[in-house]
């Protein structure tokens, strides 16, 4: 196993909804939302967390390769949620045992396999953290836009047909524009084939799900941007189906 190269992808993530990334900070302010999103310490700009891009991206990828079903056929492997595991390699046969060490070899393994660790090598993808982009802020400085929206949302009572449970939501507004970049390394030359069939097919899968909470109801739409002519002509040449 030697190390080929390193494939970059840059470019914009477009948010075509609002999005909620939650900070964890479960402490409510005086005059504060409920549920903040996510934003850097020191300037207090929101940002797209690389984790949760890898998460969102493997989970779709879980579903996509019939991950999931594989899991949930046995009691053990229901705990695990779906996820592909080494010890669900182990376990499973055909194209899905295929398509669980694939994804393990592009995002990692927890486990303590050395075995399976030395025979898929070390994690291929790398997401970087996503800060806003310099010409949004410039646009949003000069339009005097937030980087924030509040928006709140309430239960219905069916019955009384009156709203119940008022809360309030940080979103960052559709518009916004966030700077991404992917690294992948490539190991040998089946990893030519994981970087299209599972990191791009990855992309376009969040680009038709969501990405954050909320995304069934209408939070988190993205638009992926991207500045190499080559893999923005992949990408929107890939069909998921059919």
Request: hydrophobic fraction near 30%.
């Amino acid at each position: 196993m030697k190390l080929k190269e390193i494939k970059t992808i840059k470019g914009k993530i477009i948010l075509r909804t609002g999005l909620h990334i939650g900070s964890g900070n479960m402490e409510m302010q005086i005059g504060g939302t409920d549920n903040p999103v996510i934003k850097h310490p020191h300037t207090q700009e929101p940002y797209i967390p690389g984790s949760s891009l890898k998460g969102k991206i493997r989970s779709l990828l879980e579903y996509y390769y019939g991950v999931v079903a594989e899991s949930a056929k046995t009691e053990d492997y229901k705990k695990s949620g779906g996820l592909a595991s080494c010890e669900l390699y182990r376990r499973a046969n055909g194209d899905v045992k295929k398509h669980i060490k694939n994804i393990l070899k592009v995002f990692g393994s927890a486990a303590s396999d050395e075995e399976l660790l030395v025979e898929f090598g070390p994690t291929r993808v790398s997401f970087s953290d996503c800060s806003l982009s310099e010409d949004f802020k410039k646009e949003a400085e000069e339009k005097q836009w937030s980087y924030i929206e509040v928006k709140s949302e309430n239960r219905i009572n069916r019955i009384t047909g009156t709203a119940k449970d008022p809360r309030f939501i940080e979103r960052v507004p559709a518009g916004a524009k966030f700077d991404f970049e992917v690294y992948f390394k490539i190991l040998d030359d089946e990893d030519e084939e994981l970087f299209e069939n599972y990191l791009l097919t990855g992309l376009k899968l969040l680009e038709m799900d969501s990405l954050g909470g909320s995304g069934s109801r209408g939070y988190g739409k993205i638009e992926f941007q991207f500045y190499d002519k080559q893999i923005r002509e992949k990408f929107n040449s890939l069909k998921l189906w059919g």
